[in-house]
C-alpha cells in the first residue's frame, strides 16, 4: 500500500476489529493485521466454544432434574464428537458473520505476522512475503495467551490450557483444575455436568476471588453441592505424569505437602500478554510485565500509537480491580480509540468500575460496580440488601432457588454496585449495569414496576429494601 493509511491495527481479536468497524464507520481507511483469524481468542479458543461446551452441560444437567418437574426421561447419554459439532458451528457460523461485516465497512485485512517497525509503520510478514503499512495512527491490539505455572509444561496430554480443553477429543473421567478464576470455574463446572470427577486449587483465600465475598462463599457451598472439591490458600509446587494421568503437589493453607491425581490437569492461571518480539519496545513504548502501559485514552505515550484489549495495563487510573481482560471491555476500548482517531469530540471514557463481569458456570454469578468490602475501603458509608432467590417466585418455577442478588448503596445516595448468583445472572446483570453507571438511587429503581414472575423482580426487590419498602424476602 503506497498511501499512508489513517488507521493500522496489530491485531484482529475483539479489540482490533471493534476498532476497525468503527474507525471505517467513521469514514477512516483502515488496514487490520491478523496472523490467525479475525475474532481472535473469544471467537475461537474462548468465549464463544467455551459458552458452546456450557450449554450442552447445561441441557445434561437439566435433563437429568427434569424428573422433578414430571418429565420423565432416561439418564442422558453424551455424545462428545456431536458437542464439538455443535460447538465447531457456532464458532463458524459467527466468524463468516464477522468477515461479511468487516467486508462491507471495506476494512482491509492484512494476512501475517506484523511488527511494529517505526511509530508509524507496520511490517507484516504473510505468505505473499514482507510489507510495510504506513499510517497517521497505529493501534496495538495482539492479545493474550493462557498463562501457565514454571513447574507445569502444558503438552496437551495430562498438562492442558484452556486452548488445549477445547479440542480435547473425550471427557476426562477427573480433572484438577488450577485457579478459581472465570476461566477455571467455567472448566470446572462443565466438566463436573459431563460426570468428571473435578478438583479445584487455588492460590487464593477463596473462589471467585474477583467477586463479592459473600458470592464467593456461596458459590463454594454450591459446588460442594454438586460434588466438586475445592481447596483455596494453596501453592503448587510440582507435577508430574505418569500413566495414571497428571499428579499435582501443592503446599497446603496449613502449610503440610499434599497431592491429588486425576485423568487431566487444566492449568486456568489467567492470561499474559502478546508482546514479545513485536517491537514495542524499540519504538519506545514502555512495557510493565509485558503488558502495554497506557493511560485512560488508551494513549502509549508515543505519539500517534494506541494499545487495547488484552494487552494493556492501566496502573495510573487506581482502581480497586485490574484492567479487565474481557472481550466487551475490548469492544469498548476499540470503540474508543477510533473515535480519537477519527477527532471525534470528546469520546466517552472506558468506565472499568461500572464494566458488567460475567462467569457462566452453574450457579452462574455477575456483578457491577464496588464490592462491599470496595466500597468500605473507598470510604463510603455503605448499606446493603440481598434478596435470596429461594423468595422468587420464577426461581422457584425453575427449581433453581439457591443464591441471591447483593446490591450495595451509599447510606441515602447512590447504588455502588450489584452483585449476583445463581439462574441466568448474566443476562440480569445489564439492568444493574445502567442502575450503577447512571448512579440511581434506591428509590428512584424501586418506582419502576418489575414484572411478575421474573427473575428481574430480584433487582427491584433489592432497591425496594434499599429504599425502605422491602415486600419479600431476606
Known sequence: MSE????????????????????????????????????????????????ALLHSAELVDNIRRAGDFGVLVAEPAVDWGKVLGYQSA?????????????????????????????PDTIEVDGTGG???????????????????????????????????????????????????????????????????????LEALPRLAPGEDEEVSTELTRQFRKRGITSITGVKVTGATSSSAGATVTYAAADGQEKSVTAERCLVAVGRGPVSEGLGYEDQGVRLERGYVVVDDWCRTGVDGVWAIGDLITQPSLGLPIPHL?????????????????????DPALVDYLGVPRCTYSSPEMAS???????AKAAGFDVEVARYAWAASGKASILGEPAGFVKSVAEKGGRVLG??????????????????????????????LVHPH??????????????AGKQLHGA
Open 368 to 374: 457491577v460496580g464496588y464490592t462491599e468490602a470496595q
Open 418 to 447: 450489584v452483585h449476583m448468583i445463581g439462574p441466568r445472572v448474566t443476562e440480569l446483570i445489564a439492568e444493574a449495569q445502567l442502575i450503577v453507571n447512571w448512579e440511581a438511587y434506591p428509590a428512584e429503581v424501586a418506582a
Open 130 to 200: 514482507k510489507q510495510a503499512l504506513h499510517a497517521r495512527a497505529i493501534v496495538l491490539a495482539s492479545g493474550s495467551y493462557a498463562r501457565s505455572l514454571p513447574s507445569i509444561p502444558l503438552d496437551g496430554g495430562a498438562f492442558i490450557s484452556s486452548d488445549h480443553a477445547l479440542k480435547l477429543e473425550d471427557i476426562p473421567a477427573s480433572v484438577i483444575v488450577i485457579g478459581a478464576g472465570a476461566v477455571g470455574l467455567e472448566f470446572a463446572s462443565l466438566y463436573r455436568s459431563f460426570g468428571a470427577t473435578v478438583t479445584i
Open 453 to 466: 414472575p421474573t427473575l428481574s423482580e430480584a433487582v427491584g426487590e433489592t432497591m425496594l429494601h434499599l
Open 325 to 345: 481482560q474481557l472481550a466487551h471491555v475490548a469492544f469498548a476500548e476499540g470503540i474508543h480509540v477510533a473515535e480519537q482517531i477519527a477527532g471525534q469530540a
Open 4 to 51: 499512508p493509511l489513517d488507521v493500522a491495527i496489530l491485531g484482529g481479536g475483539n479489540a482490533g476489529y471493534a476498532c476497525a468497524l468503527r474507525a471505517a464507520q467513521l469514514g477512516l481507511s483502515v488496514a487490520m493485521v491478523e496472523r490467525d483469524k479475525v475474532g481472535g481468542t473469544c471467537l475461537h479458543r474462548g468465549c464463544i466454544p467455551t459458552k
Open 90 to 118: 457456532v464458532v463458524t457460523k459467527l466468524y463468516k458473520g464477522l468477515q461479511s461485516v468487516i467486508k462491507a465497512r471495506k476494512v482491509t485485512t492484512v494476512a501475517g505476522s506484523g511488527v511494529l517497525v517505526a
